[in-house]
């Protein structure tokens, strides 16, 4: 509720001021900045005319609050530098109060949005429940149990029937070494001989 507040307050207050300026004419507001020492009198007087009305509805309305108060801010600041800094604080002596509490008002309405209550906050709470509404309708991930797939990602090679082997060192007949150290045992033993001097 405050930023309504402050919005339309600051925007009847730079529309009163564009009108004004609109009123009496680009021409002789021109005029008015050329005496006054402002750069580009007559673009500056375009600028600040459009700026103070359509901007100052815009912050009315709460749309486009940030873009509007930060043209509003750099309408001011020209005001403040080229019009006001030399006249004091007063108003009344032509001095900075008006100009620098209307810049104060639109550095926060840049910082901190118009508020919820304008055709920003509106627009915003639209695009909220759209993007609620779209991700309560979308599916739920829902993990395939167990994990992940342990299965390797590379493909398999058929491994081949075992053949039987014979035993390390065994020959063509399947003998292994411990049999082959006996059959050259055997074959090695040498009969024995009877002794002829025996009787």
Same mark, same amino acid.
């Given at each position: 509720?405050?930023?309504?507040?402050?919005?339309?307050?600051?925007?009847?207050?730079?529309?009163?001021?564009?009108?004004?300026?609109?009123?009496?004419?680009?021409?002789?507001?021109?005029?008015?900045?050329?005496?006054?020492?402002?750069?580009?009198?007559?673009?500056?007087? =375009?600028?600040?005319?459009?700026?103070?009305?359509?901007?100052?509805?815009?912050?009315?309305?709460?749309?486009?609050?940030?873009?509007?108060?930060?043209?509003? +801010?750099?309408?001011?600041?020209?005001? !403040?530098?080229?019009?006001?800094?030399?006249?004091?604080?007063?108003?009344?002596?032509?001095?900075?109060? !008006?100009?620098?509490?209307?810049? =104060?008002?639109?550095?926060?309405?840049?910082? +901190?949005?118009?508020?919820?209550?304008?055709?920003?906050?509106?627009?915003?709470?639209?695009?909220? /429940? /759209?993007?609620? /509404? =779209?991700?309560?309708?979308?599916?739920?991930?829902?993990?395939?149990?167990?994990? !992940?797939?342990?299965?390797?990602?590379?493909?398999?090679?058929?491994?081949?029937?075992?053949?039987?082997?014979?035993?390390?060192?065994?020959?063509?007949?399947?003998?292994?070494?411990?049999?082959?150290?006996?059959?050259?045992? !055997?074959?090695?033993?040498?009969?024995?001989?009877?002794?002829?001097?025996?009787?």
């Amino acid at each position: 509720m405050a930023a309504l507040i402050a919005r339309v307050v600051i925007g009847v207050i730079f529309v009163a001021h564009g009108l004004q300026k609109w009123t009496a004419g680009l021409g002789a507001i021109s005029a008015g900045f050329t005496e006054m020492g402002v750069p580009l009198p007559q673009a500056s007087a =375009a600028f600040a005319t459009i700026v103070e009305v359509v901007c100052g509805v815009l912050l009315i309305l709460g749309l486009a609050v940030r873009v509007s108060a930060a043209l509003l +801010l750099i309408d001011m600041i020209g005001a !403040l530098v080229f019009v006001h800094a030399a006249g004091g604080v007063f108003v009344t002596e032509g001095g900075w109060e !008006l100009v620098a509490a209307l810049g =104060a008002v639109c550095l926060l309405l840049i910082a +901190l949005g118009g508020g919820r209550i304008g055709l920003d906050g509106i627009i915003h709470a639209v695009h909220r /429940r /759209r993007s609620r /509404r =779209a991700a309560a309708t979308e599916p739920a991930y829902e993990p395939v149990p167990g994990g !992940l797939d342990n299965a390797p990602t590379r493909p398999t090679v058929m491994e081949e029937p075992q053949r039987d082997v014979p035993p390390q060192g065994s020959g063509a007949s399947g003998l292994d070494d411990r049999d082959m150290r006996d059959v050259d045992r !055997l074959l090695g033993d040498e009969p024995t001989r009877p002794n002829p001097r025996k009787p």
